[in-house]
Nanobody, 124 residues
Framework: VQLQASGGGLVQAGGSLRLSCAASGRTFSNYVMGWFRQAPGKEREFVAAISRSGGSTYYADSVKGRFTISRDNAKNTVYLPIISLKPEDTAVYYC??????????????????WGQGTQVTVSS
């Protein structure tokens, strides 16, 4: 499956964005979808994941209450609206597709396909 992330940009602290990730190539609803982020000099960090149907989600503690993952299987797209952005949210955000629903883990190795990333920069 091919993944194309979009929606990043430069925003002020306290602002909001909505990231999107469009999938193509295979049956989107067969995949668990996740979002990760990577700041300069840091390891890739789990942000959020959603089950195949969209009925279950889980989040990194650092983003709970501000990030909301959702998906539209008819549009082959997963979304990540973000509110109350903080400078520490600055990173490249990646969407990923995997085949195992393992809530509470969020390891990059659980995902088989990755998008190219979209940059989010939050100014203070």
């Amino acid at each position: 499956v091919q993944l194309q992330a979009s929606g990043g940009g430069l925003v002020q602290a306290g602002g909001s964005l909505r990231l999107s990730c469009a999938a193509s190539g295979r049956t989107f609803s067969n995949y668990v979808m996740g979002w990760f982020r990577q700041a300069p000099g840091k390891e890739r960090e789990f942000v959020a994941a959603i089950s195949r149907s969209g009925g279950s989600t889980y989040y990194a503690d650092s983003v709970k209450g501000r990030f909301t993952i959702s998906r539209d299987n008819a549009k082959n797209t997963v979304y990540l609206p973000i509110i109350s952005l903080k400078p520490e949210d600055t990173a490249v955000y990646y969407c990923a597709a995997g085949q195992s629903w393992l809530p509470g883990r969020g390891l990059p190795s659980e995902y088989d396909y990755w998008g190219q990333g979209t940059q989010v920069t939050v100014s203070s």
